[in-house]
């Protein structure tokens, strides 16, 4: 019997929660992506560690993985340590820009 | 070996429940496999059970059930904006595995199957998968200039395009480690610490005090990581979609 009786209600009760909201000037607009404060990403520090760890080591793995696959060691392995290193500081320099709450300017050009 | 027992590692074992092997393959029901399932089942319960009765003034279930859906919801909101709605369920299922196992891992003897690179590695790379495949659909080639950063000389392509492309193909390997490197290394410190008390009690009962407040400490800490990692593991998520969805 509650879900008929109680549906009707919460209509009304969503319509007046509205015009409540409205005459007080709190109208919730969906926030715009990225314009708004994003949320922070907790733990500080450690977590950038992490980003560039996981850069030297995951382009030393797939360096391996593509000299494996074109018998062509150490070629690969020894590109793709270099490159995945500038990509794990890319990767932490978002970290850092997004924890900083800084809007990315990446399409502007540098 | 008498110590392997003792070990704080002992709680990150795989121990078989149901052993099945199909062919090579070794498909048994692990301890790791009963925890997947409990936490999917009280999630269960809870949306179930918490949605049942829906009355104006929620009850507790209700109101937990609630301040879930509208955590994941203003997250979403924010970070992807009104696209993402499409991709609440996913995001709350997820959001909602990882923290049923982190929390139901600090509970005493259970086990943590966050704690498990493989466990944490297969959510993330089919996060990074999911999300290629929706970027893909929504932008077709044009998602390819993701890799390409605009306004730059073109000679600095050759360098940029491969860190670009490589430093996306690293994301599922920073979001796994992140959480299971959080989960692992604060059970190893619980387990440790813990066993202090055990080591210093057998000599005199007053230096063991020092462990025991500095473990009642240290759960509280983990309680809050089980919360945060959580959270860290879904936010990147959204990330990771707005940036598909909008191509910055």
Known sequence: ????????????????????????GLSRDEPEPGAGSRPSIGGTGVQVGIELVAGVFGGALIGYGLDRWLDTWPIF???????????????AY????????VPEERSKGR | MATAEHSPLEQFEIQPILPITVGDLNLSFTNSSLWMVISVLLIYALVMLGSRHASMVPGRLQALLELSYEFIADMLGSTVGKDGRKYFPFVFTLFMFILFGNLLGMIPGSFTYTSHII???????????????????????HFFSF???????????PLLVPIEVL???????????????????????????????VALGGYYLVPAVAPLALTVGLTGLELAIAF?????????????????????
Request: glycine share 6%; with cysteine.
């Open chain 2, 167 to 197: 430093s996306y193909l690293i994301r599922p390997i920073s979001l796994s480690v992140r959480l299971f490197v959080n989960m692992m290394a604060g059970h190893i410190m619980l387990k440790t610490f813990a066993g202090f008390i």
């Open chain 2, 119 to 141: 466990v944490t590695f297969s959510m993330a790379i089919f996060v990074v998968t999911a999300v290629t495949i929706i970027g893909i659909v929504r932008h077709g080639w």
């Open chain 2, 147 to 157: 890799f390409a950063p605009s306004g730059c000389p073109i000679y600095v392509m």
């Open chain 1, 1 to 24: 019997m509650a879900g008929e009786d109680e549906a009707p209600k919460f209509k009304d009760f969503d319509a007046r929660m509205r015009r409540l909201r409205d005459e007080a």
């Open chain 2, 228 to 248: 945060l990692q959580a959270y860290v593991f879904t936010v990147l998520t959204c990330i990771y979609l707005h940036d598909a969805i909008h191509l910055h």
């Open chain 1, 77 to 91: 392995f020894l590109v793709m340590f270099f490159l995945g290193a500038a990509a794990g500081m890319l990767n």
């Open chain 1, 94 to 101: 978002r970290h850092i820009r997004r924890l900083s709450n």
